[in-house]
Each structure stands twice: as C-alpha cells, then as structure tokens.
C-alpha cells in the first residue's frame, strides 16, 4: 500500500515562495517517478513537475519554469516542489502523485495524495 501526503499548502501574497512535501509511504515509493499536478477552479487539472526515480530528469509546464523546483529526497520518501514568484494564476489544489514504476517519461500516475491548497493573493 502507497500513501502519499501532502503539506506546505496555504496563502501567500503575489511574488511569494512556498515548498509544498509530498511524504510517501510503502517500500518502493522512492523507485517510482513522482509529479505534482494543480487544478484551479473551473479548469482542467494538469500537470506542474515532474522527476524521475533517480531525480536525475525532470518536466516542468512551460508557465512555471524558472520559478518551480522539483526534488526528491529517497532516503526520507519525499518529493518537493519549491514554487517561488508565485502569481495569482497559480492558484490551486496542488496533488503528489506516484507512477508506480521507474520509467521515464512515466507511462502514468497509480498513486494520488489528498491535495494541498494554494492561494495567492494579488
């Protein structure tokens, strides 16, 4: 069984920072690619980053790169994502997701954790 939570969520101000932990659980979690996806109201979810099991290889939506970092951390079962700049666009249910495999680029997410809420405030 793989859970994953996420934390670091909350309301910031427009040209803020935040590092969202995604911590998972379960013996091969830290093989796994690992994304954080967003979704704001009325609008379709999509995906913000993602890293390869080895953090060795990312993706990044072509609106947040330069301003988000995704890492991982294997030996604590924690995947980040350090969103700095933030605009009023970014604004959001953030989730953690899990591929289940090691593959690059992953195939597919199996494992999703509750969600963290991001405001930001203009």
């Known amino acids: 069984q793989v859970q994953l939570v996420e934390s670091g969520g909350g309301l910031v101000q427009a040209g803020g920072s935040l590092r969202l932990s995604c911590a998972g659980s379960?013996?091969?979690?830290?093989?796994?690619?690992e994304g954080w996806f967003r979704q704001a109201p009325g609008k379709e979810r999509e995906r913000v980053a993602a890293?390869?099991?080895?953090?060795?290889?990312?993706y990044y939506l072509d609106s947040v790169k330069g301003r988000f970092t995704i890492s991982k951390d294997n030996a604590k079962n924690t995947v980040y994502l350090q969103m700095n700049s933030l605009k009023p666009e970014d604004m959001g249910v953030y989730y953690c997701?899990?591929?289940?495999?090691?593959?690059?680029?992953?195939?597919?997410?199996?494992?999703w954790g509750q969600g963290t809420q991001v405001t930001v405030s203009s």
């Open positions: 997701a899990a591929s289940g495999d090691t593959y690059w680029p992953p195939r597919g997410y199996q494992y």
């Open positions: 890293v390869s099991w080895t953090g060795g290889s990312t």
């Open positions: 379960g013996r091969t979690f830290s093989y796994y690619a």
